[in-house]
């Protein structure tokens, strides 16, 4: 009977395996994956440029409440990669900060999260 018992936890532990496609959105704070620099600055200028501006401090011109996050702070740049990607796959709730992930394949999103990273290169706090 026991047999019996750790056999159908082994089986149900594999299908839900089976149904769950792989790792989730949910559980990248853990995970990263390397992205190009050069095309996720190409990818920044054309989009996300408008709110969060050339050196990702924020456009100044733009009102926007709040306002968009300091791609550059200290407090954007100590983030997981993980939970970066899952901020821009899903956006930022009650903000201006939309889900990319219809737009953005998830390359493409890496690729701009690599350059976000070079954001943060010489400024207060950062190597």
Not at 69 to 82: F, I, M
Not at 91 to 100: C, D, E, I, R, V
Request: hydrophobic letters at 40%; a neutral charge.
């Amino acid at each position: 009977m026991r047999v019996f018992g750790v056999g159908l936890v082994l089986l149900a532990g594999i299908i839900s395996v089976g149904f769950s496609g792989g790792v989730g959105v949910e559980n990248l704070s853990a995970s990263t994956k390397e992205g190009d620099s050069v095309s996720g600055r190409e990818i920044y200028v054309n989009i996300c440029i408008r709110c969060h501006g050339i050196n990702g401090k924020g456009e100044q011109g733009i009102k926007l409440v709040p306002p968009p996050a300091d791609l550059s702070s200290s407090a954007v740049q100590g983030r997981l990669d993980g939970t970066l990607f899952r901020r821009i796959h899903e956006g930022k709730p009650n903000t201006a900060m939309g889900a990319w992930k219809h737009a953005l394949s998830d390359d493409e999103i890496w690729d701009v999260l690599a350059y976000v990273r070079t954001l943060g290169v010489g400024s207060e706090g950062q190597p």
